[in-house]
């Protein structure tokens, strides 16, 4: 029997159709249709100067749309030649690790109210909120932030936003306690994700999966240790990986990396300076503060002119991939001297962690493809792009 | 970008062992802000894929990504960028295709890296470029009835069509 799932069934995440070849109740091949959510992206990069496109990467994973804003800027400030200050670093550093905890949050709860534990998802929204909370109150966003800009921030944090963090990271440590109270050990979420969907070490490499996927298959590749950016060098982290390579060890890996997540924000607490500038200086291509716009001709020029046409890095080609929630998030820019992106391409990590679904569900039951697509911890917005 | 002249190319090893391998496969080599292009024949792309997977030196067993850059109306038109990743050595390296725009077909690699199937799709469905040996070629982005490649530089992206 041949099984239409989706696009519009409640635990595809989103509009992801999976077509189901079935014997009884086993799945003999799993086919998934995606393509529903493409908004030509990449196409409307090019029509927008580099700056303008910040806006379009918050929109391509929106469960974690920092991340995205950190691989696009890091990219054109390679392209460029130019590096954002340090304080600038480590605070992008701490958002982006709020940002992975955040999307590991949605997903965790998602998941489970996907095999029937309802409640995990409305504590653990509660926790995500508080996130969302921090975001708004630096950037003035919750979700599509566009925080981080080409050379540094958008914006002077605004006082008191350390103490924000601050109180969120004391009270987590414990709430994840409680979500593993009620999963860890659950007889059901056990029966549900333990020797389920399982994918191999070699599988994962040659299928291209990354991220917790990759390193739950007993892969330990981490892009912030193997190429370490932003500063990610001075920080003390470890790379959590499991070799059972199954669902329940890619919930492991992913509640592991919350609590390291965490102790990279403590440790950014502290290194990030109180005062110092938080963009970089480059006459010409990062607009000059506010105060030498109104004070220097020089500035003037250069505020209106970054504004109005944007700038030119030289011609070139750049890949900068960094480790979104959800594993290496690439963008390639290619630059021919114009004030526009010639390419931009986006390495989604759900695109090609998602082609690895019929290797995880097919020879299993039908009600394992719900914690197949579930475990993938795919966002079909980055997918489709 | 730099094109790094023939007797600067030996500093670097992955295109040293390349040229030692076959001396024919490497057309030209790019650096730019420390990123190494490896522009390669057609005819060789598959071999210099398996040698590069395969050699126990290189090891370059993880395919981050295929994408393609339309220079149009420069001839030849496209460039097939292939983006390797050796996940022990630590290593990037980008190999680089250029295929004329009235035969855009380019020899498929799904063999040597499996994940290279929904990238070639999604490379056949933008831009046109046909991979020959693909095992299942189909659009995966647009759909099916979808005429034209939009990531292709004269599509237009106004007006009715």
Same mark, same amino acid.
């Given at each position: ?19 189901? @070849? ?23 990069? @090019? ?339 | ?161």
């Amino acid at each position: 029997m041949v099984l239409n799932m989706g696009p519009q069934h409640p635990s595809t995440h989103g509009v992801l159709r999976v077509i189901l @070849e079935l014997e009884g109740e086993i799945v003999v091949k799993a086919e998934p249709v995606i393509g529903y959510l493409h908004t030509g992206i990449e196409k409307t990069c @090019e029509r927008l100067t580099y700056s303008q496109a910040i806006t379009l990467t918050d929109r391509i994973d929106y469960l974690a749309p920092l991340s995205n804003n950190l691989g696009y800027c890091l990219a054109v400030e390679k392209l460029l030649g130019i590096e954002a200050p340090k304080r600038a670093q480590y605070i992008r550093v701490m958002l982006t690790e709020l940002t992975r905890i955040s999307s590991h949050l949605v997903w965790v709860g998602t998941h489970a109210i996907d095999l029937g534990a309802m409640s995990v998802f409305l504590y653990t929204f509660r926790e995500r909120e508080e996130i969302q909370k921090i975001f708004e109150f630096i950037s003035g966003q919750r979700m599509m932030t566009s925080y981080f800009r080409v050379g540094g921030l958008a914006l002077e944090p605004p006082p008191g936003y350390l103490d924000q963090v601050r109180r969120f990271i004391d009270t987590f440590p414990a709430r994840l306690d409680e979500y593993e109270d009620l999963l860890t050990q659950n007889r059901i979420w056990l029966g549900r994700t333990k020797g389920v969907g399982f994918l191999s070490a070699t599988d994962a490499i040659a299928m291209g999966a990354s991220g917790p996927l990759l390193r739950a298959s007993g892969v330990a590749f981490d892009n912030r240790k193997a190429f370490p950016y932003s500063s990610y060098d001075e920080f003390d982290f470890s790379v959590p990986t499991q070799t059972a390579g199954d669902c329940f060890a890619r919930y492991q890996v992913r509640v592991a990396e919350m609590r390291e997540s965490l102790k990279i924000v403590r440790q950014a607490l502290e290194k990030i300076p109180a005062e110092g500038p938080f963009k970089a200086t480059a006459p010409g291509i990062i607009a000059p503060s506010r105060e030498e716009m109104k004070t220097s001709i020089e500035g003037l020029i250069y505020h209106f002119k970054i504004y109005t046409e944007g700038f030119a890095p030289p011609a070139g080609e750049v890949y900068q991939a960094i480790e979104s929630p959800r594993g290496e998030l690439g963008v390639f820019v290619a630059s021919d001297g114009s004030n526009r992106p010639y390419r931009v391409k986006f390495r989604a990590p759900s695109f090609i962690n998602l082609q690895t679904l019929p290797k995880l569900c097919e020879g299993r039951l039908i009600a394992d493809v719900v914690a197949c697509i579930g475990t993938t911890d795919i966002v079909l917005g980055e997918v489709d792009r | 970008m730099h094109i790094v002249e023939p007797q600067e190319e030996t500093k670097n090893p992955v295109v040293r062992k390349l040229r030692e391998w076959d001396a024919q496969a490497v057309a030209e080599v790019l650096e730019f802000r420390g990123e190494t292009t490896v522009v390669v024949h057609r005819e060789h792309l598959r071999r210099a894929a398996e040698y590069l997977a395969a050699e126990p030196s290189l090891r370059f067993s993880f395919l981050s990504d295929i994408t393609t850059v339309d220079r149009y109306p420069i001839e030849p038109r496209f460039e097939v960028n292939y983006h390797l990743l050796s996940l022990d050595r630590r290593e990037r390296l980008r190999l680089k295709l250029r295929v004329a725009g009235n035969d855009p077909t380019v020899p498929s690699v799904t063999s040597t890296w499996p994940t290279a199937n929904w990238h070639e799709r999604e490379n056949f469905d933008l831009f046109g470029i046909r991979f020959e040996g693909h095992p299942d070629l189909r659009r995966i982005l647009m759909p099916d009835d979808w005429e034209g490649h939009p990531l292709r530089k004269d599509y237009p992206v106004e007006g009715y069509r």
